[in-house]
C-alpha cells in the first residue's frame, strides 16, 4: 500500500519525538520514501542524526545549510511529498498552523504543501482541553487536515488523560487508511497515448512533433496513484513510467498505436489519448537513406494515418469514456468542439499554443475541459502532475 509513496515527517519539541523514529521506520519497512523535517526544539529530544539513519536521507532543520549555504527549498518539500505528517503536533504548533504562522521551515513548509498534512496531537492534559486547543483542532478539521487522534493515558507531566501522542504503530494504521481511501480508480481499467509518433522517410530519418510525453505520463501515474490499472501507449520519449500499476507498450509509428489501441480499448473502461499522433506519413519510406542530390529539391508526399480517437469513437459501448486532446493555435473552442463532437468524445482537454508555459515541452500546461454537453472548466496554469488531477476528476466523474 506504501511502496513508492513519499512521505514528509514532521517533528516538533515534544517528549514524544521519540516515537516518531519508530514510525519512520515503519514506514521505511513498508517502502514509502521518507523525509523529515524538525523545528529547533524537536532537537532538543531526539538528534538528527537518528531521523537520517532511519529515513535513510538527509534532515531539514534550517531553510539553509549554515556551512555551505545550501538552500532548503519548501516549495521543493510541498511539491515532493504525497503526504505530510507532523508527529508530535504541540500545542502551540497547531495553534500556529491555524493562523497561518510560518517561522521556521517545518511551518512554512505546511503553507507549501500540496498533499494532505496529518497532524499527530501531543500536548498535556489541559493544554489538550483547553478551549483554544479544541477550537484549533475544529478549525482545522474543517480546512480538511487529517488527524491521528491523541490517546488517553500518563503524560509526561504525570497526568493521567487525554493528550498522549497516538502509537507509531495507530499513526502508521491512519495514513495505510488515508492511502486506502484514495483509490476511487480501484478495478478500472483505463487506456492513455502519450508522446509523439514518429514516421520514417528512411533509416535515419522521420517525420514527428516536439511531444515529450509528460502530460500523459503525468495522467497515467495519477490515475495508477489512484488505483487504476493503466495501459500506456507510448510514442518515442525520455520517460520511464514509475508506477507499478502502469503497463507500458513502446510504439513507434501512428499505426503502431493504432494497432495497440484497438487491440486494448475493448477491454477497457475508459481511454484518453493525450498523445501527439502525427496526422500524415510518408508514402513510400525509403529502404536505405536517401542521399542528397546537388541542385535537386527533395519532395516528400504525405498520406494520412488512421485517426485513433476516431476509430476508438467508433467502437466505444456507452459504458466506456473517450477523452481526447485539441492544442490549437486559433479558434481554440470552436476546434475542440467539433473535434469533440466529430470523433464521439465524452470530454476534450483543450491547450493553446498561445498560452505561455503550455503545451509542448513544458513542465506546467493549461487546460479547459470541454464536455459533451457544452459544459467548459478553465484550470489556470499549473504543474502538470497537478494538471492530471484535473483530467482524472473530469474522468471520475463519468465514470460516476
Request: contains cysteine.
Given at each position: 500500500m506504501l511502496n513508492g509513496k513519499k512521505i514528509l515527517v514532521g517533528i516538533t519539541g515534544g517528549i514524544s519525538a521519540y516515537k516518531t523514529a519508530s514510525l519512520i521506520r515503519l514506514l521505511v519497512k513498508a517502502g514509502a520514501e521518507v523525509k523529515a523535517v524538525m523545528s529547533g526544539a524537536a532537537k532538543q529530544f531526539i538528534t538528527p542524526l537518528t531521523i537520517a539513519t532511519l529515513s535513510k536521507n538527509p534532515v531539514y532543520t534550517d531553510f539553509f545549510n549554515p556551512e555551505n549555504g545550501e538552500w532548503h527549498s519548501h516549495v521543493k518539500l510541498g511539491i515532493w511529498a504525497d503526504l505530510y505528517v507532523i508527529a508530535p503536533a504541540t500545542a502551540n504548533t497547531i495553534a500556529k498552523i491555524t493562523h497561518g504562522i510560518a517561522d521556521n521551515l517545518l511551518l512554512t513548509t505546511v503553507l507549501s504543501a500540496r498533499c494532505k498534512v496529518m497532524l499527530a496531537?501531543?500536548?498535556?492534559?489541559?493544554?489538550?482541553?483547553?478551549?483554544?486547543?479544541?477550537?484549533?483542532?475544529?478549525?482545522l478539521k474543517n480546512r480538511g487536515f487529517l488527524f491521528a487522534e491523541a490517546t488517553e493515558g500518563e503524560l509526561a507531566s504525570g497526568l493521567s488523560g487525554k493528550g498522549r501522542m497516538a502509537e507509531p504503530e495507530d499513526i502508521f494504521a491512519e495514513i495505510e487508511h488515508y492511502f486506502a481511501a484514495n483509490q476511487d480508480f480501484k478495478d478500472k481499467k483505463i487506456l492513455i497515448t502519450a508522446g509523439p509518433t514518429r514516421e520514417k522517410i528512411d533509416p535515419v530519418r522521420f517525420v514527428s512533433n516536439y511531444s515529450t510525453g509528460k502530460m500523459g505520463y503525468a495522467i497515467a501515474e495519477e490515475l495508477a496513484e489512484r488505483g487504476g490499472e493503466v495501459v500506456l501507449v507510448s510514442g518515442p520519449v525520455d520517460i520511464k513510467p514509475k508506477h507499478a500499476n502502469i503497463h507500458l507498450i513502446n510504439v513507434?509509428?501512428?499505426?503502431?498505436?493504432?494497432?495497440?489501441?484497438?487491440?486494448?480499448?475493448?477491454?477497457?473502461?475508459?481511454?484518453?489519448?493525450?498523445?501527439?499522433?502525427?496526422?500524415?506519413?510518408?508514402?513510400?519510406?525509403?529502404?536505405?537513406?536517401?542521399?542528397?542530390?546537388?541542385?535537386?529539391?527533395?519532395?516528400?508526399?504525405?498520406?494520412?494515418?488512421?485517426?485513433?480517437?476516431?476509430?476508438?469513437?467508433?467502437?466505444?459501448?456507452?459504458?466506456?469514456?473517450?477523452?481526447?486532446?485539441?492544442?490549437?493555435t486559433e479558434n481554440e473552442q470552436y476546434n475542440a468542439q467539433k473535434k469533440l463532437e466529430s470523433k464521439n468524445l465524452d470530454f476534450i482537454v483543450l491547450n493553446s499554443l498561445n498560452d505561455k508555459g503550455a503545451g509542448f515541452g513544458f513542465d506546467t500546461n493549461k487546460i479547459s475541459i470541454?464536455?459533451?454537453?457544452?459544459?467548459?472548466?478553465?484550470?489556470?496554469l499549473k504543474p502538470k502532475t497537478e494538471v492530471a488531477k484535473d483530467i482524472a476528476a473530469a474522468l471520475l466523474q463519468l465514470l460516476n
Amino acid at each position: 500500500m506504501l511502496n513508492g509513496k513519499k512521505i514528509l515527517v514532521g517533528i516538533t519539541g515534544g517528549i514524544s519525538a521519540y516515537k516518531t523514529a519508530s514510525l519512520i521506520r515503519l514506514l521505511v519497512k513498508a517502502g514509502a520514501e521518507v523525509k523529515a523535517v524538525m523545528s529547533g526544539a524537536a532537537k532538543q529530544f531526539i538528534t538528527p542524526l537518528t531521523i537520517a539513519t532511519l529515513s535513510k536521507n538527509p534532515v531539514y532543520t534550517d531553510f539553509f545549510n549554515p556551512e555551505n549555504g545550501e538552500w532548503h527549498s519548501h516549495v521543493k518539500l510541498g511539491i515532493w511529498a504525497d503526504l505530510y505528517v507532523i508527529a508530535p503536533a504541540t500545542a502551540n504548533t497547531i495553534a500556529k498552523i491555524t493562523h497561518g504562522i510560518a517561522d521556521n521551515l517545518l511551518l512554512t513548509t505546511v503553507l507549501s504543501a500540496r498533499c494532505k498534512v496529518m497532524l499527530a496531537p501531543a500536548m498535556d492534559l489541559d493544554m489538550y482541553q483547553n478551549v483554544v486547543t479544541q477550537q484549533n483542532f475544529n478549525i482545522l478539521k474543517n480546512r480538511g487536515f487529517l488527524f491521528a487522534e491523541a490517546t488517553e493515558g500518563e503524560l509526561a507531566s504525570g497526568l493521567s488523560g487525554k493528550g498522549r501522542m497516538a502509537e507509531p504503530e495507530d499513526i502508521f494504521a491512519e495514513i495505510e487508511h488515508y492511502f486506502a481511501a484514495n483509490q476511487d480508480f480501484k478495478d478500472k481499467k483505463i487506456l492513455i497515448t502519450a508522446g509523439p509518433t514518429r514516421e520514417k522517410i528512411d533509416p535515419v530519418r522521420f517525420v514527428s512533433n516536439y511531444s515529450t510525453g509528460k502530460m500523459g505520463y503525468a495522467i497515467a501515474e495519477e490515475l495508477a496513484e489512484r488505483g487504476g490499472e493503466v495501459v500506456l501507449v507510448s510514442g518515442p520519449v525520455d520517460i520511464k513510467p514509475k508506477h507499478a500499476n502502469i503497463h507500458l507498450i513502446n510504439v513507434e509509428s501512428a499505426q503502431e498505436m493504432y494497432n495497440e489501441c484497438i487491440n486494448h480499448f475493448p477491454k477497457c473502461d475508459a481511454a484518453i489519448m493525450s498523445a501527439a499522433v502525427a496526422d500524415y506519413a510518408p508514402e513510400k519510406p525509403a529502404t536505405d537513406k536517401i542521399k542528397r542530390q546537388p541542385g535537386q529539391n527533395m519532395v516528400l508526399n504525405l498520406v494520412p494515418n488512421p485517426d485513433i480517437a476516431a476509430q476508438l469513437g467508433k467502437i466505444k459501448t456507452d459504458k466506456q469514456i473517450l477523452a481526447g486532446f485539441a492544442l490549437e493555435t486559433e479558434n481554440e473552442q470552436y476546434n475542440a468542439q467539433k473535434k469533440l463532437e466529430s470523433k464521439n468524445l465524452d470530454f476534450i482537454v483543450l491547450n493553446s499554443l498561445n498560452d505561455k508555459g503550455a503545451g509542448f515541452g513544458f513542465d506546467t500546461n493549461k487546460i479547459s475541459i470541454v464536455y459533451r454537453n457544452g459544459k467548459s472548466e478553465s484550470f489556470a496554469l499549473k504543474p502538470k502532475t497537478e494538471v492530471a488531477k484535473d483530467i482524472a476528476a473530469a474522468l471520475l466523474q463519468l465514470l460516476n
